[in-house]
């Protein structure tokens, strides 16, 4: 693959990581010129920066303004490569030359088609008082569930081992304990440690389902553990 491929296949994958990470709508050249603003203090040895400055976040924001796409492109990239000689001198060596080479990319990939421009996306809804109160209902079934695990295999290494051995001894045939004790010795701090947490997570459950909102359905059936595309799932 030659290097300009390389670059190209970069900058596809920069903006593609851009737009997950849900930056600010407009011309992605808008944040980072706002950050390197942020960075250059106000003196006059920094005049001429900053007024460098200002005229890649004029490109930026005539990008914003324009309403045809090729033009907004244009004047989007404009401001990434502008950004990106300002930017050794706003950051220095190391980190300057990364940013540099980050905005070039995105503007070599938006020259061949992938807009540098995020659209504005649409604000999620926010959650309802009933999804709130059965969001935490689940959470808190989650861990107490969880709890009740870790105590039941704590009280079976407890007691189990014994039960155990106390069948299959008898006075003709005397057995030695040390399985059962060793045992012990892990169930024990198994069963402390975990039993106190459940304590506290069915207190705060028994609380939590006592202010049921008025008109709220609790579903009482019963948990089903399933396979799902990542492993198994428990609903409940």
Same mark, same amino acid.
């Given at each position: 693959m030659s290097f300009t491929a390389l670059i190209v296949v970069g900058g596809a994958l920069v903006v593609g990581q851009t737009v997950g990470l849900g930056e600010p709508p407009g011309c992605v050249a808008t944040a980072m010129i706002a950050g390197a603003r942020a960075n250059v203090p106000v003196t006059a040895d920094s005049q @001429?920066?900053?007024? !460098?400055i200002d005229s890649a976040s004029s490109s930026a @924001?005539?990008?914003? !303004?324009?309403?045809?796409r090729r033009e907004r492109r244009k004047r989007c990239v404009d401001a990434l490569l502008a950004y990106a000689d300002l930017a050794p001198e706003v950051y220095g060596r190391e980190r300057g030359e990364s940013e540099a080479t980050r905005a070039r990319q995105i503007a070599v990939a938006s020259s061949l088609g992938v807009d540098a421009y995020i659209p504005p996306r649409a604000p999620l809804p926010a959650p309802t008082p009933e999804q709130q109160w059965e969001r935490r209902r689940?959470?808190?079934?989650?861990?107490?569930?969880?709890s009740g695990v870790f105590t039941g295999i704590g009280v079976a290494m407890l007691t189990v081992p014994w039960i155990v051995l106390a069948a299959s001894c008898g006075p003709e045939n005397l057995c030695e304990g040390y399985g059962a004790i060793w045992l012990s010795g892990f169930g024990a701090p198994i069963f402390v440690a975990?039993?106190?947490?459940?304590?506290?997570?069915?207190?705060?459950?028994?609380?939590?389902?006592?202010?049921l909102p008025p008109g709220l359905a609790l579903s009482r059936g019963r948990a089903r553990l399933g396979l799902s595309g990542s492993g198994?799932?428990?609903d409940f």
């Open positions: @001429q920066l900053r007024a !460098r @924001q005539a990008a914003e !303004r324009a309403s045809d689940r959470r808190l079934v989650g861990h107490t569930a969880t975990s039993a106190i947490p459940l304590g506290i997570w069915a207190t705060r459950l028994h609380r939590h389902l006592r202010t198994f799932r428990l």
